[in-house]
């Protein structure tokens, strides 16, 4: 599956920049969800040598660098640790009004972009209000709210949303039947996320379980105190407790009877318990009680 069914929408929508010449200097993509894989077949789209319209080849010399990381003139940065580095940003920028090695045009990509520290968002900021040369920024964040003001307001905004048809789908390729699937689907933010969820034999189990007690609570409260045990026993890491709370709240979703709010506001008033250190089997049993 390639990025025209990753994210639908956006491609068809940098297929008509990309056509009509009118791709800006910079842009803002937000969500975990296919950003770099754009911003990659962006960059690979300016300098492909044997395009088919407005589409990459992905073979030429130049896609192919692209794809390992290794093409002078498309730079990745990326935070070392919990930040990116004012330093990082400067050495980066000193290159902006200088000619690509390869061409005239320049690709310079910035993961994480809300870890800038803020003397290094301010200091990109000045290139991206007077753009020098031919050079496009492509900046990538989870989560836009944390992106400096100031910045947000001088990029153009692309939401990247979670495809979990897209995700399921690939789940269901793997092996998985169509509700364990879609379960998966809803756990993994991206396709590699997805895709060490899927090998995870452990993960499959607190599915499986979590998908009986949650049958058992629905009908029979008192069983289903009696079968918490056996969930606290397969869940002993903290990991793990918290995916089974994840999973319950999922699967309770799924159900469409009046009653299963109530036991979704169990859950939730579950987690707030083992968020406050309550042990797990005392949280689980109080949700079922309660």
């Given at each position: ?62 896609c192919q660098l692209i794809d390992q990381g290794d093409f ?219």
């Amino acid at each position: 599956m390639d990025l025209a069914q990753k994210a639908p929408r956006i491609y068809q929508a940098f297929q008509e920049i990309l056509k009509k010449d009118r791709l800006n200097h910079a842009y803002l993509f937000s969500g975990d969800f296919a950003n770099i894989d754009m911003a990659l077949f962006l960059a690979k789209a300016i300098f492909c040598e044997h395009k088919t319209g407005q589409t990459p080849c992905g073979d030429c010399r130049s896609c192919q660098l692209i794809d390992q990381g290794d093409f002078a003139d498309v730079t990745v940065l990326e935070p070392t640790g919990q930040v990116i580095k004012t330093d990082m940003v400067k050495e980066m920028m000193a290159n902006f009004s200088q000619t690509g090695y390869e061409g005239k045009q320049q690709v310079f990509i910035i993961k994480d972009c809300e870890k800038m520290h803020n003397n290094a968002a301010n200091s990109l900021l000045k290139y991206i209000e007077e753009p020098q040369g031919q050079a496009y920024i492509f900046l990538l964040t989870n989560n836009d709210n944390q992106v400096l003001p100031t910045i947000k307001s001088r990029t153009q905004v692309f939401q990247f949303p979670k495809n979990e048809a897209y995700l399921s789908q690939l789940a269901q390729e793997k092996g998985l039947l169509k509700s364990q699937a879609d379960l998966v689907a809803k756990l993994a933010k991206n396709g590699s996320q997805l895709e060490t969820l899927v090998q995870d034999s452990k993960l499959l189990e607190l599915m499986n379980r979590s998908e009986h007690f949650v049958s058992i609570w629905l009908k029979d409260q008192m069983q289903a105190y009696l079968a918490v045990n056996r969930l606290v026993q397969i869940a002993p890491d903290k990991e793990e407790q918290e995916l089974i709370l994840t999973l319950l709240t999922l699967l309770l979703a799924r159900n469409q009877s009046k009653r299963v709010f109530k036991n979704l506001e169990a859950v939730y008033q579950a987690r707030l318990m083992w968020q406050s250190n309550v042990t797990f089997q005392n949280t689980l049993e109080y949700m079922v009680i309660s």
